[in-house]
């Protein structure tokens, strides 16, 4: 396994650094659940506009770890609640998130003057990505 290479990093930006559909899993007593979720890729890590109280946010607040998968790539991780999106510790990444998906933000389904609209950051610790044949298997810690 290698660490994460600026070559590894540039494919991940172009294929992620944009509003992406990923699958996301998380397990809870055992079992595990999957759902697909808008995201994008920053830095070694994912970043999803979600609400605090929703199944999956239950799920990663009893146990963090974390998969996803997506377009030829593969990752584990851990799930951090960053808190709510009108954080002023949060303004980088919701500018960010305002930027990436101007497509919906506004589109009235998110609720911004709600604190559990939050952001869940997924920090990447281990992945495999294919590119042009290869196969690249990435430490990101």
Known sequence: ???????????????FGKDSIIALATAMDGIPYVRSVDAFYERGAFYVLTHGLSSKMKQIEQN?????????????????NLGYFGKVENSHIANRMKQVFSAW???????FDDTNTCILCI?????????????YEIDFT
Do not use: C, Y
């Open 64 to 80: 963090p770890t974390v998969a996803l998968s997506g377009d030829w790539f593969t990752a584990q991780g851990r799930g951090f």
């Open 1 to 15: 396994m290698e660490k994460l290479s600026k070559e590894v990093e540039a494919i991940l930006l172009e294929r």
């Open 123 to 135: 920090k990447l610790t281990s992945g495999i990505l294919f590119s042009n044949g290869t196969r």
């Open 105 to 111: 933000i506004d589109n009235g389904h998110n609720n």
